[in-house]
T-cell receptor, first 115, second 115 residues
Framework: GNSVTQMEGPVTLSEEAFLTINCTYTATGYPSLFWYVQYPGEGLQLLLKATKADDKGSNKGFEATYRKETTSFHLEKGSVQVSDSAVYFC??????????????FGTGTRLTIIP | DAGVTQSPTHLIKTRGQQVTLRCSPK?????VSWYQQALGQGPQFIFQ???????QRGNFPDRFSGHQFPNYSSELNVNALLLGDSALYLC??????????????FGPGTRLTVT
């Protein structure tokens, strides 16, 4: 079955540091890949996505590139801010199939940015 | 434009009781998915409803059931509650007509505590 493995946390960085959170996946076919963010006390918000190999998703300074050859979708940001402190989830959806939008999530990585 | 709403926000139940959680999808969305997020874990897919029918189901026992109404809102019912059912229950909505985007919008969740 499908699975997502992401870097275990917690991760603590200083403000303006470079961020990488690793994510690898196992799936049949060609899944779509996502990063979701969960701020304290809130639900999940879609951060970025990529639907095919070599696509780069980007949003709010975060980027991730769909690497089919390494089955990876690592999240990066060049300069983190205190407001980026949250839990980050990598997720995948199976290949296009009418209405098949089930998401498989990783276990999440808690990120704390200190001033 | 209201996003996905869920009620109640918090709920405390006793083992063996039954609970009903409610979800209203984002305007224009017709598909509702439910996820269970245990503490410190990623969300796990429970089931998905479209056109008032359960279309997909994750690895959850029959104690978990649901319903979708003609206005696309949905309920999640859990019978014979166990301590292990304590979790954040997330509802996500999407639009089938634009399903190729695989974008699901999540509500803030209902925190269920079973004592």
């Amino acid at each position: 079955g499908n699975s997502v493995t992401q870097m275990e946390g917690p991760v603590t960085l200083s403000e303006e540091a470079f961020l990488t959170i690793n994510c690898t996946y196992t799936a049949t076919g060609y899944p779509s890949l996502f990063w979701y963010v969960q701020y304290p006390g809130e639900g999940l918000q879609l951060l970025l996505k990529a639907t095919k190999a070599d696509d780069k998703g980007s949003n709010k300074g975060f980027e991730a590139t769909y690497r089919k050859e390494t089955t990876s979708f690592h999240l990066e940001k060049g300069s983190v801010q205190v407001s980026d402190s949250a839990v980050y989830f990598c997720a995948l959806a199976e290949a296009p199939n009418f209405g098949n939008e089930k998401l498989t999530f990783g276990t999440g990585t808690r990120l704390t940015i200190i001033p | 434009d209201a996003g996905v709403t869920q009620s109640p926000t918090h709920l405390i139940k006793t083992r063996g009781q039954q609970v009903t959680l409610r979800c209203s999808p984002k305007s224009g969305h017709d598909t509702v998915s439910w996820y269970q997020q245990a503490l410190g874990q990623g969300p796990q897919f429970i089931f998905q409803y479209y056109e008032e029918e359960e279309r997909q189901r994750g690895n959850f026992p029959d104690r978990f059931s649901g319903h979708q109404f003609p206005n696309y809102s949905s309920e999640l019912n859990v019978n014979a509650l166990l301590l292990g059912d304590s979790a954040l229950y997330l509802c996500a909505s999407s639009a089938q007509a634009r399903s190729n985007t695989y974008e699901q919008y999540f509500g803030p969740g209902t925190r269920l505590t079973v004592t």
